[in-house]
């Protein structure tokens, strides 16, 4: 099969506070992505970052009597850091306040927009809510409050720039119509077309200097007034592939063909499935191919949000309970459509039954039967013995059945087409019990002997098929599988565990109200 472009990019958070689980959610989704289509052979670029231009930044490090350079320097840092700890394999890190590819693509974006005709400058009046950087008319508002941070918007009259989104609307409908935009699952789907045949009103791209503390990047030539956060932010999808600096990067993986995904939240679905189209449309550039939308997590019921303390600190969430149990959970459990409530014995529960249990168990009793009946030396592949031939059959079928979901972006499906081939291993053992058939061939019964031979052997096959499967999902525990299924010498390494257990004691840890890993009050 010929090799593909994959340009995979998740939103780029405000540093007004540090990282939550709920970022950290579309971190992994892309890292899976991204993992899972290098692993066919495909090129890929994936691409993370943060939004240091927003005046919620500025409003924290007043807060906290710090200044603004420093605020969001030490929180761009935690973001950047959780490449460890979740195991992310980004290639590129893109800050908006600092990095230098930013602005002259930002620059670039908006004198192809003007050219166009579609930047004007008109006085407006409105209700502004600093949480979401966003207008909201009165009919958008649920008694007066933001829907999305419950806050009551503050009105802000002034001068800016505006865009003519109306202008766009059209063209923007005929491509999520057509699928050349493709916006998953449906439901955000046709929420965008819903939007769109309302009616789409022209929207502020900028806001005054003194409004902005003069933090943002400037208008060009209108010193004045500094670009809207959402038109700089979104302005990164291309800016940190070089877009205004000649940078052979833009055309290989935006404008030259290839799949360019956007993931985002669905509090955020406006701006990266109508603004930024139509942002692009207006400049003459190609659009993304694809908007994937996840829900929200919640905790307790209320959404993880830095604002309103119901943080989840994932770095610290790692430190409990490591990479594997935390990356597991947020694939094994999340919805693709639905909000999904954390909390840490569902964590721990859920990474003891699998990767414990279920594919824990399974490589351990494989390898130990291997060093017991056969001296560690795995036999030659042969025809599936009687008894062996589901598992086989869910080995060959998985790798097509977890593309299906990924490219439908389902998580939750992908993880469990990959589960069953675990599950029809362990059934596989208990049908063909191998331990009757090692009695058996002690007992002068060679054709058992055989058996034994060929029921061992794809029963290690199938654990070194799990293992890439899972390296995309929990890439620590795949490896850790494929290590005890490759040979040295011609023998197995002597069965370890792949994943210890969390159990009660691992679970207490987060449990108590004076764990890291929450920051909710009351917890």
């Not at 941070?149 to 009259?157: D, I, K």
């Not at 933090?215 to 007034?225: A, K, S």
């Not at 060959?396 to 087409?417: C, I, K, N, S, T």
């Not at 795949?478 to 040295?488: D, H, L, N």
């Amino acid at each position: 099969m010929e090799k593909q472009r994959f340009y995979v990019t998740t939103t780029i958070p405000y540093v007004n506070a540090r990282p939550h689980l709920g970022f950290a959610l579309e971190l992994v989704q892309a890292d899976v992505l991204a993992r899972h289509r290098r692993q066919a052979g495909d090129e890929v670029r994936f691409v993370s970052g943060t939004d240091d231009n927003s005046l919620k930044n500025v409003l924290a490090a007043q807060a906290q009597g710090v200044p603004v350079r420093d605020l969001v320097d030490r929180n761009a840092e935690a973001f950047a850091a959780l490449r460890e700890p979740l195991a992310l394999s980004f290639d590129d890190f893109v800050r908006t306040s600092s990095d230098p590819r930013h602005r002259v693509g930002v620059e670039r974006l908006w004198r192809r927009c003007a050219a166009a005709g579609d930047l004007y400058r008109r006085h407006y009046e409105g209700l502004y809510c600093v949480g979401c950087e966003q207008f909201f008319t009165p009919d958008e508002l649920a008694g007066r409050r933001c829907p999305e941070h419950g806050t009551e918007p503050v009105l802000v009259a002034e001068e800016n720039w505006f865009f003519r989104l109306s202008r766009h609307a059209d063209p923007l409908r005929a491509a999520i119509a057509s699928g050349r935009l493709r916006i998953e699952p449906a439901v955000r789907r046709n929420e965008v077309l819903a939007l769109i045949d309302g009616g789409l009103h022209d929207f502020s791209v900028s806001r005054s200097r003194s409004r902005a503390h003069g933090w943002g990047i400037p208008v060009p030539d209108d010193d004045g007034q500094v670009v809207y956060v959402w038109w700089d932010a979104l302005g990164n999808y291309v800016t940190g592939l070089g877009y205004g600096t000649g940078d052979a990067a833009y055309e290989r993986w935006w404008s030259g063909g290839g799949r360019r995904v956007h993931l985002a939240g669905k509090g955020v679905l406006r701006f990266h499935a109508v603004y930024w189209p139509a942002m692009l449309l207006s400049a003459g550039l190609p659009l993304p191919t694809d908007v994937l939308v996840h829900d929200y997590l919640t905790v307790g019921g209320r959404k993880i949000s830095k604002s309103a303390g119901t943080g989840v600190d994932p770095a610290a969430l790692v430190a409990d309970f490591g990479t594997d149990a935390v990356r597991w959970w947020l694939l094994r459990e999340v919805p693709r459509v639905g909000d999904a409530d954390f909390t840490a014995d569902r964590l721990v529960a859920r990474a003891d039954a699998d990767l414990a249990g279920g594919l824990g168990n399974l490589v351990h009793r494989v390898v130990t039967m291997v060093h017991r009946y056969r001296g560690g030396r795995p036999g030659e592949a042969c025809q599936a013995p009687e008894g062996t031939r589901a598992l086989v059959r869910a080995g060959l079928e998985a790798p097509q059945r977890v593309a299906a979901a990924l490219a439908g972006y389902d998580f939750r499906r992908a993880a469990a087409a990959l589960w069953t081939v675990a599950e029809e291993a362990n059934r596989c053992i208990e049908a063909t019990r191998p331990w009757d058939l090692a009695a058996a061939e002690r007992g002068g019964d060679a054709a058992a002997g055989a058996r034994l031979d060929g029921v061992l052997t794809t029963l290690l096959d199938a654990c070194g098929r799990l293992a890439v499967l899972l390296e995309p999902f929990v890439p620590g525990v795949a490896a850790r599988i494929g290590a005890q299924c490759a040979p040295s010498g011609g023998v197995l390494p002597p069965a370890r565990p792949v994943f210890a257990r969390l159990g009660e004691s691992g679970g207490q840890r987060t449990r108590d109200s004076s764990s890291s890993s929450f920051s909710s009050p009351g917890m």
